[in-house]
């Protein structure tokens, strides 16, 4: 399968602990994109990357929040000390160059209680 | 900054009935538009999308859309609707030219009933 993986795909945690979320894009895209998804809403930009820069923050990225893209291939998203509003689907997503279409991965669902 | 507005929430269809899942953008400058749909348990698949030229696109599954600029709308249309079709479907506007994110609505529930 040469898709968008992300893993874990779900993940339940205390309240004040760290996760942490791996993505592998597909191979030959240079563009990585994180965002979270709530229910009964539309997926909302977190962060994105161009090989290993990460060009661009959301204002939703807390402090708690971290992203990286170390060698322009995979990236990971840690949360620190989760509280249950950080209850969401985390998606990752790909893309080839602008103004491509992104390749969406199948999410990691995190459950903060 | 731009914005997509899914007027509707849900959508109950009959199977076979023609169905429209209404999007609506705003921009002050040139966007590129793309419709997604997540079905059951899967994650976000890209439906079709406007980058320019025809202002009609169409994708394999029968499904339509329309880039209006002077309305801004970019609304999906299928003339007759399966079973399969039930999921969500997501609107989402890009600034043209950009290599930045893309922008989605809150998403619309098809549901296709028998």
């Known amino acids: 399968d040469t898709g968008v993986s992300q893993d874990p795909r779900h993940k339940i945690t205390k309240r004040g602990q760290n996760v942490t979320f791996r993505c592998d894009p597909i191979s030959e895209h240079n563009r990585l994109y994180w965002y979270r998804q709530t229910l009964g809403q539309g997926p909302e930009f977190l962060t994105y990357f161009q090989n290993e820069a990460q060009l661009e923050k959301s204002r939703l990225l807390s402090d708690r929040f971290s992203a990286e893209r170390p060698k322009g291939s995979f990236s990971t998203l840690e949360i620190q000390r989760t509280e249950q509003g950080d209850s969401a689907m985390y998606l990752c997503?790909?893309?080839?160059?602008?103004?491509?279409?992104?390749?969406f991965g199948e999410g990691s669902r995190l459950t903060v209680l | 900054a731009q914005s997509v507005t899914q007027l509707d929430s849900q959508v109950p269809v009959f199977e076979e009935a023609p169905v429209e899942l209404r999007c609506n953008y705003s921009s002050s400058v040139s966007v590129y538009l793309f419709w997604y749909v997540q079905y059951p348990n899967q994650g976000l698949q890209l439906l079709l999308k406007y980058l320019s030229g025809s202002t009609l696109v169409e994708s394999i599954n029968g499904f339509e859309a329309e880039f209006n600029k002077s309305q801004t709308s970019f609304h999906l249309r299928k003339p007759s609707v399966h079973i399969s079709d039930t999921a969500e479907y997501f609107c989402a506007v890009k600034k043209g030219g950009s290599q930045g994110n893309l922008i989605f609505g809150k998403g619309t529930k098809l549901s296709v009933k028998p």
């Open positions: 997503a790909s893309s080839p160059s602008a103004p491509g279409e992104l390749f």
